[in-house]
């Protein structure tokens, strides 16, 4: 297997043919491209800062915390725990400030953490997201602040005018489970026994 940093076409195409999201992560990110022993393509692991204050629940500082966002790969690769462990390897090497890395799984596209189980991250928590709801006719996502129960709702101060919650399809959603990953002694010995298994 080789690892090589991923170019940003590498990473686009990769997101938008393997990933469930279909769509790139939050920039700044940085990438790695995986190889098989036949030299194929195997699509790519993506990083970035993640999204927020994701280092305040860890006491710690900014860009001492990044975020695992993305693997997306084709099925050509051996085995993706060891595409996944690999890139980690690589990347820890890479970014001497980063102490814990972050990443989610999501239920709602059958995903339980089964890598990151594999390679001993900790599972510290598991929460339901928002239930989300479409529109009927263009079955496009609305969010939040677009819709309310009387199809009013006050936006940067001013009423406005929007969808009624009621006409909206409402899609029942699952529990996201937050996983991390200790880069140093220190914080491997801190959370050691904070695994909600």
């Known amino acids: ?26 920039q700044p990110m940085v990438g790695y491209s995986c190889f098989n022993d036949k030299k194929e393509w195997c699509g790519v692991v993506i990083f970035n800062n993640g999204v927020g204050s994701i280092e305040k629940p860890f006491n710690l500082k900014k860009g001492q915390v990044s975020e695992l966002v993305r ?3 084709n099925g050509k690769q051996k085995t993706t725990t ?6 980690v390897k ?5 970014n001497k400030l980063v102490k814990l890395l972050v ?17 001993n991250w900790i599972h510290i928590s598991s929460h339901k997201t928002g239930d ?8 496009k996502s609305i969010h939040s602040r677009s819709h309310s129960k009387t199809g009013v709702n006050k936006q940067f101060g001013v009423l406005k005018k929007v969808y009624k919650t009621s006409e ?30």
């Not at 060891?82 to 890139?87: E, F, G, N």
């Not at 909206?168 to 996983?179: A, D, P, Q, T």
């Open 132 to 139: 989300e709801f479409i529109h009927p006719v263009t079955k």
């Open 1 to 26: 297997m080789i690892i090589k940093k991923a170019s940003w076409k590498a990473m686009n195409y990769a997101c938008k043919k393997f990933h469930y999201s279909k769509r790139l992560p939050a």
């Open 168 to 197: 909206l399809i409402r899609v029942k959603k699952g529990e996201k489970h937050k996983f991390i990953y200790p880069l140093n002694k220190e914080l491997k010995n801190k959370y050691k026994n904070a695994s909600k298994a």
């Open 103 to 119: 990443s989610y799984a999501d239920s709602d596209y059958k995903h339980k953490g089964t890598i990151y189980k594999a390679m």
């Open 82 to 87: 060891q595409v996944v462990a690999r890139c």
């Open 90 to 94: 690589i990347f820890k090497k890479e």
């Open 71 to 73: 693997v997306a790969l």
